[in-house]
């Protein structure tokens, strides 16, 4: 936590500018809301840090002139629930009483509850800290400069998260909509180098890494063309919009031995990590089924973006949009709304069932499913979208060494009355694992006697049937001893925590110690090719085999 301390205690020395004091303001904020989150008692190490920084942004804030009146609202009200959580200031905590971890503190139901609330609470802690130790050691010489290409709404989210990493500096925008890089500047300043060629971002040498978040059909190309001009890559999933881009891709990585991380953050979460080392403990013994949902209901979910209303020929490079498509006359909804087309998005499947497979593989460590099958259909939003609005699909998972053999099922509605919602239910022989925003473990004992069904069968051979039931399970007199308890586990991260964040110093963490990631093009495109095989499925109306191992289509 000594950045800001460190910051406040050299700011009479130098000049700095507004901008890099709520950048560095609003990241020293968020990770000591999350340090307070997890800090157990008044004399917490964490709660002291916490409490340090709350102190001198109290300070510094006022002094902080040129700041818009929405950055200022939001510093104000980050202050305001840091100190909340730290009890500095009142507010109201939500708490709930059989919540092993939540907002500001731990309560303690019982010893149980309280060390599975210390063990999360240590895990979220730990990585916070280490990731504040790897901060204090980052000179300023040692900076990591990137490059956004695509800078819609997911490409802005990212570039967000990045220029939280400590030591990283966003030098350069590209996108195709002239819209989009005025914006970027108005954002991230006047100094950004700006193209519609994401090819004169590739050819500077003051680049060392770039985000890739354009539409799917351009995943590939630029990704490859990136790690062959010695850039490292953090591209959106899926990986690619084709089964047939993937090898490409992979064997570039190899080649280059470039760093490349596939943008679905739930590999890099802490929520995750748990529900992976419940797995792996046995919790829920041995796992036959996993069923996993997205469920949205609103416009704006279903891929319903505003078009801005100065798209034009002249401000959009519509032939460089289009790519490899088929070339169509400008019709801005193509691109503004891309993920509604075939011709340059992957639909649900590329969108979300993709985050699905990451993140049951990263649990699981599964590499994919031997065969697939989809069905659904356009049920609401018609549109003029070529992909369907419900969507579902089955996957035969065999045994290996990791797991024994089991079933996914996933489904994503974008028409559900009851509103958005996402997760994961792990069956298994002793109890199910539900992963959303925490993690919970359901478990109920398992009878002690089967029981019959003689009702039907002659008196005398009922008779002959208890006489052998009773002398293998012999009638038992109630008592308290014998009552078995309902198990019911639950871990709930750190209030404000974000895997987007924890994905993105991943992969800055690996551009500087150029140590492999988790979410690599191999395992992007185990998690993208049954996803893909998925659309293979419902638009072709078969069954489609393929090996994991090989990542092939069979049949």
Partial sequence: MGSIVDFCKLAELRARTDRDLVRILTADLDRSLALANVAAGKHSVFRAEAEAVYKRAQTLLPKLSGLTTEQRTELEAKLKELGMALDLVPGTMDLEPETPVLRGRITMSTRRHFLQASTFAGLAASALAAQDDADKKISPNDRIRVALIGAGGMGTGDAEASQ???????????????????????RWGNQLF??????????????????????????????????NAGKDVYCEKPMVQHVDD????????????????????????????????????????????????????????????SIPPDASPQNIDWDRFLGR?????????????????????????????VHLFSGMHFITGAIGPTRVFATGGLRFWKDGRDVPDVFMGLYDYPATD??????LALRVNFVSGAGESSGFRFVGTEGIMTVDGGVSIAKTPRETEPGYTIDTFPKA????????????????????????????????????????????????????SRKPVVEDPVFGFRAAGPALLSNVSYFEQRLCIWDPETMTLKS
Avoid: C
């Fill in 164 to 186: 939280k990493v400590p030591g990283v500096e966003l030098v350069a925008v590209s996108d195709i909509y002239e819209g989009r890089l005025t914006r970027a500047k108005e």
């Fill in 194 to 227: 700006t193209t519609r060629d994401y090819r004169e971002v590739l050819a500077r040498s003051d680049i060392d890494a770039v985000l890739i978040a354009t539409p799917d059909h351009w995943h590939a190309k630029i990704a490859t063309d990136a790690m």
């Fill in 246 to 305: 993937g090898a490409g891709v992979v064997a570039t990585q190899k080649k280059t031995g470039r760093i490349m991380q596939v943008g679905s953050q739930r590999v890099s979460s802490i929520v995750y990590k748990k529900a992976q080392e419940l797995m792996n403990a046995g919790a829920i013994g041995e796992l036959n089924m996993v069923e996993a949902w997205w469920d949205r209901n609103d416009a704006i979910g279903a891929w319903e973006y």
């Fill in 325 to 353: 498509a088929p070339k169509v006359p400008f019709e801005p909804v193509r691109l503004f709304r891309w993920r509604n087309y075939r011709d340059y998005g992957t639909g649900v499947a590329g969108d979300l069932f």
């Fill in 402 to 407: 990791r797991h024994p053999a089991f079933n």
């Fill in 461 to 512: 051979v009922q008779e002959e049937f208890l006489a052998a039931y009773q002398k293998k399970y012999p009638p038992q007199t109630p008592n308290a001893d014998s009552m078995r308890p309902m198990q019911d586990e639950k871990f709930h991260a750190p209030h404000g925590y974000s895997d987007h964040q924890d994905h993105h110093r991943n992969f800055i963490a690996a551009v500087r």
